[in-house]
């Protein structure tokens, strides 16, 4: 029983109304970006999460041959963008759908990406099952999550969908997003804030045309960013039930999404009860079974 988290970080605008048959996610344009998505063209790396997280649920279900596998892929992200009622997970979705049912044969992948990675990722998929599989696999196995606000939204409420169409949770857990990340949701989310192992795997975005100087002024704002704008804000507000997580959540709720997961807790809590000591008194004992 093994569950793999992706974590949504825009919209593909086109799962709304999908008119062109060569709009595959591969243009800026195509998506909802904020500026400093651009320079590193995440749209890709976003791409290659729901890519790699097809790969490694195919890898999966290959070796897990008990009847009751329940292994599942959920794309993790609400509806974040006021202009576009549909949410991240729901759009990536579609979009990931999408590209492993096109047909090269109207043009190759390559002429479309131009990223070899992305390329071979298709390529492995689509090789190691056939059509009539991969057509099964995507309708039974993957699907999306879409009230999740944040980083840590994106782990529990995923867990908590799993709980919902199972009444278990999952025994292995897989998150794939970008390195940068990866403390975040290994250490703070999993580890600290639910007491879970994650496995994570982890896919940064790759920027073009700078030179070696520029490539690591570009790698050291992302680590300075990821301090600042998540690190340091989650070690002291582990469930961000206060500002400024709360605020930054708020905001990207413009429909007013609200989570009614049969196993979900209020993780508010006093100030004066520290996060430890409400994850040791209510988390735990509420989700002694996250671990099976």
Request: hydrophobic content about 35%; aromatic content about 12%; glycine content about 4%.
């Amino acid at each position: 029983m093994s569950l793999v988290i992706i974590p949504c970080h825009s919209v593909w605008k086109a799962a709304i109304n999908d008119e062109n048959p060569l709009n595959l996610g591969q243009l800026p344009e195509h998506w909802v970006l904020a500026p400093f998505q651009l320079e590193g063209r995440d749209h890709f790396a976003m791409i290659k999460h729901g890519l790699q997280g097809v790969k490694t649920l195919v890898d999966t279900i290959g070796q897990d041959t008990s009847a009751d596998a329940n292994n599942m892929l959920f794309f993790s992200g609400s509806k974040t963008k006021p202009q576009l009622n549909i949410s991240e997970g729901e759009s990536y979705y579609k979009l990931i759908q999408k590209i492993l049912k096109f047909d090269e044969q109207v043009k190759p992948l390559s002429k479309i990406f131009d990223d070899p990675e992305l390329v071979d990722l298709v390529h492995t998929i689509k090789n190691s099952v056939s059509d009539q599989v991969l057509d099964s696999f995507l309708s039974t196995n993957v699907t999306y999550e879409e009230c999740s606000l944040d980083s840590f939204d994106n782990l529990y409420y995923s867990l908590l969908k799993y709980h919902e169409m199972f009444s278990v949770y999952p025994k292995k857990i897989v998150v794939v997003g970008f390195e940068f990340k990866r403390k975040r949701f290994v250490y703070l989310h999993g580890r600290k804030a639910l007491g879970i192992d994650i496995e994570y795997i982890g896919i940064d975005p790759k920027p073009i045309g700078l030179s070696p100087e520029q490539s690591k002024t570009y790698f050291d704002d992302l680590k300075f960013q990821e301090s600042k704008n998540a690190l340091v804000p989650f070690e002291k507000d582990w469930y961000a039930v206060r500002k400024p997580l709360l605020d930054k959540k708020q905001s990207r709720n413009p429909f007013g999404v609200v989570p009614s997961y049969p196993e979900l807790i209020s993780l508010h809590h006093p100030q004066v009860l520290e996060d430890r000591e409400f994850f040791e008194s209510v988390v735990l004992s509420k989700y002694k079974n996250f671990e099976n």
